[in-house]
């Protein structure tokens, strides 16, 4: 009985993935077919549409290319660029420059132009995109003046002059084909996982770093794409208006590009498109109004302030319910076999002399420690002896001093956050840092990363794996969730639950991960008694499931003392005790320091 119907469950499995093909094929088809009926439409719509209002519309498309590219570095990414100008104008100097100078192909141009903007976008990143909020805004706009002031010193393609004569190529067409272009591969790359990571940053880029995504290169990554569709963008300019001059890519140009993401709202494309028609069109719906235009653009604003703070459309978009999306949810894997709890454990992690110091501060010294495979170690001590800059250290959020930091036997006293992470190391916070505004699924898949996973390429192009990946991530995610009782709240923001709810999450994100070494940082701060035990069992269980070595710090001696296998003390920087719970309730200087005399 229980073996026909493991076979009558295959079947129907077959079935499913079947299903989930046959969708994937006709979604396929679909796209194709919607594209030739674009490329028709806009065909049609370029005849029929007055001359007039089909000069606004290309204007618009234009705009919807600008913002989105901007939107992916502003909005999504969270980084403040004032530099969009810049891109625009290498793109369009280029292009114009090889179909007035050269004699190329219009398409060959713009792409050329998009490439060139997408190299200043590596050249203005490298260096400035270690720098965070006004300091990126300022170093970004300042680039934007520099490729200005070398193009008006360039005589090859007329200085302050200008350039004029460039072949009008720019049609309803084009560019309207390529703002679609722009809107779909800036939408794939948002619902990859290399979006997720972009979104991740802009969220929270500390607990980013931690969960393994290595920021500086994801936002290099959006930088790149966001100025090459710049370049293009500027490039339609350049042939639309058949004469450029560097006064027309002055800081202006960037702040209206803000003003589009802005106003559509920081991370929303829908937004995005909507502003630009709205930005586009309302100048010319004002022209009767000239005397009242400044004072009606006032009101506007006052408006949008008060009723719509974050924009047209905040961060929502507007989509079609996704076809042939897998629920299947297997089952985690297993970090290997339970070792065993003698001498012979090998050690996860050792510590060697470490010190840390904050100018003439030492906030640790000379700590030494081993944590071997398997054991649940707590540490203690009083607020400000130095727990929560141990974890830094040992995450790589805090660089030592001096000593050494070893895990797995590899030294990774100065490695970055995100490679610890990649080691195997994982940790939770103090206090929670989840990424609020997402949803409570998205802040677990965006734990599910690595080379063995689908590339930008096949993300962009929705091909490959891309398809079969992102099901497994997602019914991996959903196991996660369902084994910490949040499967039936995977939809909801996460910044929303409840408190318990939140710690528990937190949790799920980290093991996602598939670390070895878990850091858990004050877990029941903040937890009444039923939700403490409900805790230490929960802890009790992840270290059995998930074959884990467990560090914890926490200032409820009563879930110390039944959990943890080993305590070390510390105080003032300095470790004054390591042993068994028994050992330390009983150690004087525990009790002097920390403890006190009613414990005992």
């Avoid at 009926?37 to 519309?57: C, F, K």
């Avoid at 369902?482 to 999450?505: C, H, M, N, T, V």
Wanted: proline share 3%; hydrophobic share 50%.
């Amino acid at each position: 009985m229980t073996e026909a119907k493991a076979v009558d469950a295959k079947r129907a499995g077959g079935k499913a993935v079947d299903t989930t093909r046959l969708a994937r094929v006709a979604v396929t088809l679909g796209g194709l077919a919607a594209g030739y009926v674009l490329v028709v439409g806009l065909h049609r719509a370029e005849i029929l549409i007055n001359d007039y209002y089909l000069q606004i519309l290309i204007w618009v498309g234009i705009n919807v290319i600008m913002g989105v590219s901007l939107n992916l570095i502003n909005g999504f990414t969270g980084q403040f660029s004032l530099g969009h100008a810049g891109f625009m104008a290498i793109g369009a100097y280029v292009a114009a420059s090889m179909t007035k100078l050269m004699g190329m192909p219009f398409a060959l141009s713009l792409a050329a132009g998009g490439i060139a903007a997408a190299a200043g976008g590596l050249v203005v990143g490298i260096p400035t995109l270690r720098l965070a909020g006004d300091y990126l805004a300022i170093a970004t706009l300042g680039f934007g003046e520099i490729i200005r002031v070398i193009i008006l010193n360039l005589d090859v393609v007329g200085g302050p002059r200008g350039l004029p004569g460039i072949p009008a190529h720019t049609t309803f067409l084009w560019v309207y084909v390529i703002a679609a272009a722009t809107v779909v591969v800036v939408r794939n790359l948002i619902w990859s996982r290399q979006g997720r990571a972009l979104v991740a940053i802009r969220e929270d880029e500390t607990a980013a770093e931690t969960m393994g995504v290595d920021t500086t290169r994801s936002k290099i990554m959006a930088f790149v794409v966001g100025a090459f569709f710049a370049g293009v963008a500027g490039g339609l300019y350049a042939h639309k208006i058949t004469f450029i001059d560097p006064s027309q890519f002055d800081f202006m140009k960037s702040i209206e590009a803000l003003v589009i993401i802005v106003l559509g709202g920081l991370g929303s494309i829908t937004g995005t498109v909507m502003a630009a028609f709205v930005v586009t069109f309302l100048p010319e719906i004002l022209r009767a109004f000239a005397d009242y235009r400044m004072i009606i653009y006032s009101l506007m604003l006052i408006l949008m302030m008060l009723y719509r703070p974050r924009g047209l459309m905040g961060t929502a978009e507007f989509s079609f319910r996704q076809l042939g999306l897998g629920d299947r949810r297997p089952a985690p894997d297993k970090g290997g076999q339970r070792a065993g709890r003698s001498d012979g454990p090998p050690p996860v992690l050792e510590t060697r002399g470490v010190c840390m110091d904050f100018g003439g501060l030492r906030a640790v010294s000379d700590f030494s420690m081993t944590l071997r495979q398997g054991e649940l170690v707590g540490l203690i001590g009083p607020n400000g002896a130095g727990k929560t800059t141990v974890f830094n250290m040992l995450t790589g959020l805090a660089e030592a001093t001096s000593g050494r930091v070893c895990f797995m036997g590899e030294d990774i006293t100065r490695r970055r956050p995100s490679e610890i992470n990649d080691m195997g190391v994982a940790r939770t916070f103090q206090n929670i840092r989840l990424f609020s505004n997402l949803s409570v699924l998205d802040n677990v898949r965006i734990a599910f990363r690595g080379e063995r996973l689908y590339s930008m390429t096949e993300a962009l192009l929705r091909a490959g794996r891309y398809a079969t990946q992102e099901e497994q991530i997602y019914g991996k995610s959903m196991e996660f969730l369902r084994l910490f009782g949040l499967d039936d709240r995977a939809s909801e923001i996460a910044g929303k639950l409840p408190y318990g709810a939140q710690r528990r999450l937190e949790m799920a994100r980290a093991l996602a991960t598939k670390p070895k070494l878990l850091l858990l940082d004050e877990p029941a701060a903040g937890m009444n008694p039923q939700e403490t035990q409900e805790l230490l069992e929960l802890i009790r269980w992840i270290h059995e499931r998930f074959d884990l070595t467990v560090l914890l710090i926490e200032h409820d001696m009563s879930l110390v003392m039944k959990l943890c296998q080993r305590i070390i003390v510390l105080d003032y920087g300095v470790t004054i005790a390591d042993g068994a719970p028994a050992e330390i309730v009983k150690n004087r200087r525990v009790i002097e320091a920390y403890l006190g005399e009613e414990a005992v």
